[in-house]
């Protein structure tokens, strides 16, 4: 079965400070990878997607960006975060044809990151 | 273009009585149609989804949803709310076949309270 990790759980920055997520996910080959942020008391925002290794679309302009250096592997970063930035980071994976439906996307558990 | 409207931000359901998450959407397209839920601090888990089969959707934890064309819904129910149903249901459309890039449309989430 497939499984999404996401670490750290709880992160507490300073601003201008960098920051690294990352999100990993076993049981399956060439995932979708996507990255969406919760701000509190609000809805999920698409951030990135990828549909393969080196492959990074962004849906909104911000002050971060993402990799994919693995095929299982989606990277969150920052140089210098805002405080704007606090908020949930879900990362999700969907499969590709053959393999789980490829419209239906699987969470992992999430980050919580407060800059101060 | 795809949208969600979830029409309830805060629904309140004594424990042991039905719950009803009411969900509107927008779709060019034949949609793809998902219920997920969140707990506190917890990443997104699907409930259930619809893809142009049967229009009654059976979920996980006894939810069920019903698709209709007619009046763009895909409302949410269960006959008998349990306290461990407290948390944030969202509903969400699939813009699979426009982009081609699986991206999903989120209604603003409506948070289930659930009185003992």
């Known amino acids: 079965s497939q499984t999404i990790h996401q670490w750290p759980a709880t992160l507490v920055q300073p601003v201008g400070s960098p920051l690294s997520l990352e999100c990993t996910v076993e049981?399956?080959?060439?995932?979708?990878l996507y990255w969406y942020r919760q701000a509190a008391g609000r809805g999920l925002q698409l951030l990135f997607y990828?549909?393969?290794?080196?492959?990074i679309s962004s849906e909104v302009p911000q002050n971060l960006s993402a990799s994919r250096p693995q095929d299982r592997q989606f990277i969150l970063s920052s140089k210098k975060l805002l405080l704007s930035d606090s908020g949930f980071y879900l990362c999700?994976?969907?499969?590709?044809?053959?393999?789980?439906?490829?419209?239906?996307?699987?969470f992992g558990p999430g980050t919580r990151l407060t800059v101060l | 273009a795809q949208s969600v409207t979830q029409l309830d931000s805060h629904v309140s359901v004594s424990e042991g009585t039905p719950v009803l998450l009411r969900c509107n959407y927008s779709?060019?397209?034949?949609?793809?149609l998902f219920w997920y839920v969140q707990h506190p601090n917890k990443g997104l888990q699907l409930l259930l989804k619809?893809?142009?089969?049967?229009?009654l959707v059976k979920g996980i934890n006894g939810f069920e949803a019903e698709f209709k064309k007619s009046e763009t819904s895909f409302h949410l129910t269960k006959p008998s709310a349990h306290m461990s149903d407290a948390a944030e249901y969202f509903c969400v459309v699939s813009d699979h076949e426009q982009t081609g890039a699986n991206n999903l449309f989120f209604g603003t989430g409506t948070r289930l309270t659930v009185i003992p």
């Open positions: 049981g399956t080959s060439n995932p979708n």
């Open positions: 990828s549909v393969g290794i080196g492959q």
């Open positions: 779709s060019s397209y034949s949609p793809s």
């Open positions: 619809y893809t142009s089969a049967a229009t």
């Open positions: 999700a994976w969907s499969g590709l044809a053959g393999g789980p439906p490829i419209d239906t996307q699987y």
